[in-house]
């Protein structure tokens, strides 16, 4: 299954006035990049945000989110979100600056 390349170009119109963003292929999907670090992504099954531990329970109290657990097993800091959350600017947005607010305080890889 391919990723939903709509939803991809929703979040390269959210980032494209920041600085220091790229793409990566990864997790069967796409990521976005800040400074070298994982900020968020596209994939198969809805997309994911890297809020960091502090951030990760108000991140999971937004409608559509959940823990991020691809190997069966939650990764602390990461939030899954399903497609409808990626196609609603609020909830998205939301997520995105919780997702900015951690990995713009770390340093480029």
């Known amino acids: 299954m391919a990723i939903d390349e709509g939803l991809v170009e929703i979040l390269r119109e959210d980032l494209a006035h920041t600085v220091n963003i790229s793409e990566k292929r990864m997790f069967g999907g796409l990521c976005f990049m800040l400074k070298g670090n994982m900020l968020c992504g596209v994939h198969k099954n809805g997309g ?33 979100v399903d497609d409808d959350l990626l196609g609603d600017d609020d909830r998205r947005l939301r997520m995105l600056a919780l997702a900015q607010a951690y990995v713009g305080a770390m340093p480029a890889k």
């Open 48 to 80: 994911m945000f890297r809020v960091g531990k502090k951030l990760e329970a108000e991140a999971l109290a937004i409608e559509g989110a959940r823990p991020m657990d691809f190997t069966g097993r939650p990764m602390a800091g990461f939030v899954d």
